[in-house]
């Protein structure tokens, strides 16, 4: 599905719980947010998300936004407003592994869709950042920018976010030469400049061509796309 529901049209100045407010006006009382984080690295997981918010003032989370606008202790407050305060929560994580042998659309279409199964509330209606998720069994919207423009998008956001966060400070621990702690495993100068020093390491997404030309698998990886085409 890709427009609203007739009847729940959503003004401009609706402000970032103006989608769900229009959608429970038709009757689609729990609308669920679902976003990731760490599609664009190429080390550690990929998060997915799912959040459904109470229609109550409840559901109004202080300092809401889009993860990547809030510092680092304004998205921990959100998170700990948001998975207090939701109707239902849910985290999927989807290790590199996975991520290298589904690619990362294919992966990160899939960990959406297992954070939405996960959830304890069934959400009547899902919306999505940036592209639709098939499959489901409730009608959804995949909006641009979502995770700025709607709630339930933006709590996702938070939660997918800090979780992974969380995850990438404790690889840190195990792989300390690469600080993951500082980038998260994004393609950063000095993350970059750390692979090419020590190679990969085993949560390196191999996916990506500066893994493989760090591990000197460029050539392997081409001979395989050729001999698949």
């Excluded at 402000?15 to 976003?35: C, P, W």
């Excluded at 000095?190 to 591990?215: E, K, M, S, Y």
Aim: one cysteine or more; glycine letters at 8%; charged letters at 25%.
């Amino acid at each position: 599905m890709t427009t609203l529901p007739r009847g729940s049209t959503v003004r401009r100045d609706a402000g970032l719980y103006g989608y769900e407010r229009a959608l429970r006006r038709v009757g689609m009382d729990h609308v669920a947010g679902v976003d990731e984080a760490g599609r664009g690295a190429c080390a550690g997981p990929l998060v997915a998300a799912a959040v459904v918010l109470p229609a109550t003032k409840a559901g109004q989370v202080p300092e809401l936004a889009d993860s990547k606008l809030l510092t680092e202790r304004a998205r921990e407050r959100c998170y700990a407003q948001v998975v207090r305060r939701a109707l239902a929560w849910s985290v999927v994580v989807v290790g590199p592994e996975e991520c290298d042998r589904l690619g990362m659309h294919v992966a990160n279409v899939e960990a959406l869709r297992r954070a939405l199964a996960r959830l304890e509330v069934r959400p009547s209606y899902v919306l999505t950042d940036g592209f639709p998720v098939d499959g489901l069994e409730v009608p959804g919207l995949a909006m641009w920018k979502g995770d700025r423009v709607a709630a339930c998008i933006s709590a996702a956001s938070v939660v997918a976010k800090v979780t992974r966060d969380r995850l990438m400070a404790l690889e840190h621990e195990r792989w300390p030469a690469y600080d993951f702690a500082t980038h998260k495993g994004y393609c950063t100068t000095p993350h970059q400049d750390a692979l090419d020093r020590h190679g990969p390491c085993p949560i390196h997404r191999h996916r990506f061509v500066n893994v493989r030309r760090a591990a000197g698998l460029e050539e392997r990886f081409a001979d395989e796309e050729r001999s698949a085409s």
